[in-house]
């Protein structure tokens, strides 16, 4: 029992946190990075793909740890990073000063692939530091 606690903490809660914080980022009015349309716009995008990215990451890292192949849980990671931006725009519906927008989901899933394609297929070819940066996050 004590393992199970302790694999769910170390694996498991860090993704759990993060769609923590972006809901709660999602539950109020967001300032305007810049009063310049395109830059205000460049900024929240990037925003997206890189908290999403984020979030692919660690639902990959956990399903690994658990015991999922690495392509399932690539995989996996995407799509479940992918239905959370979904449910995040849905509940951006309900959110006084928020609107939905399909394009965000859009920027979520490529935010999530490239992480993981970043993940997989990038990062094991870097320099050696890199790939030992990468084996202690536990993501190679």
Not at 17 to 38: D, N, R
Not at 52 to 80: C, D, E, F, N, P
């Amino acid at each position: 029992m004590r393992k199970k606690i302790i694999f769910f903490l170390v694996y498991w809660l860090p993704p759990l946190v993060l769609a923590g914080i972006i809901f709660k980022l999602s539950s109020g009015t967001v300032p305007k990075a810049s009063e310049v349309f395109w830059q205000d716009f460049a900024a929240k995008k990037i925003a997206h793909v890189l908290i999403y990215g984020m979030l692919a990451i660690l639902i990959y890292r956990a399903l690994v740890a658990g015991g999922t192949s690495r392509k399932q849980a690539a995989l996996w990671a995407i799509l479940l990073a992918i239905l959370y931006g979904i449910s995040d725009e849905v509940h951006q519906n309900f959110t006084q000063g928020r609107e939905s927008r399909t394009r965000d989901v859009g920027f979520d899933g490529l935010g999530a692939t490239f992480a993981i394609f970043f993940t997989t297929k990038i990062l094991p070819r870097l320099p050696k530091e890199f790939v030992e940066f990468g084996k202690k996050l536990e993501i190679i």
